[in-house]
């Protein structure tokens, strides 16, 4: 049945119209000394057609704030944009007052609750914020395809989500360390929808670190318990 509907999108050309879908896990978590946020690296196209494998979605919005998106991938993206030429903006303008401090985080969660807000009818991209700031230090927001903005110790999105989140509930405590929260990241492609390799990013008051763990260094199913 698959290959008869990817055989009918080939000829008809449906996958060339078809809005392109971030079926994905995405998750940050927050511990003592920073944030880690990561992601799947998956992207689809209709129902069938995987249209990428290494997809990043998450994105730097500035030098300690980072966003991951999940839904219609080309709707993220412009909220994205936004919220990264916000952020720069706002952070230009508030140096006058603050002494050349970056934004906060919080500020970068409230512009982009503000969009998906006022756009709250064309848009279906949900976002996690996470970032370092001088202020409050280490914070997660997940922001809702409604506009609402929820700060968590860790938050967990996606189509995935719901295989993760047990997995993640059982072995979430507080006090862990940063490799232990690492750990939580491995098992988001063995849902049905994830998949490709695992973009992480950490961030802490010296600045982020980009990390990439290749697909075949993923735990099985059968390895997690």
Sequence with gaps: LKETKMNEMSVNGEWRSSKVSTETT???VRYDGGVV???????SMGEEYVSSRVINKVIQVHDKIFCCMAGSLADAQASQM????SSVFTGQHMSIYLQLEPPLVKSAAAIMRSFCY????????GFIVAGWDRKNGPQVFQVSLGGMILEQAFTIGGSGSTF???YADA???PGMTR??????FTPMDSDNVSGGVVHLAI?????AERQLIPGNKLPVLQSLA
């Design 26 to 28: 995405i998750i940050a």
């Design 171 to 173: 072995k979430f405590k």
């Design 118 to 125: 006022t756009h709250r009818d064309e848009l279906s991209a």
């Design 37 to 43: 946020i990561g992601s799947d690296s998956r992207a």
């Design 164 to 166: 993760i989140y047990g």
């Design 82 to 85: 936004l919220s990264s030429i």
């Design 203 to 207: 961030v802490t008051e010296k600045g």
């Design 179 to 184: 490799e232990e929260i690492t750990e939580l």
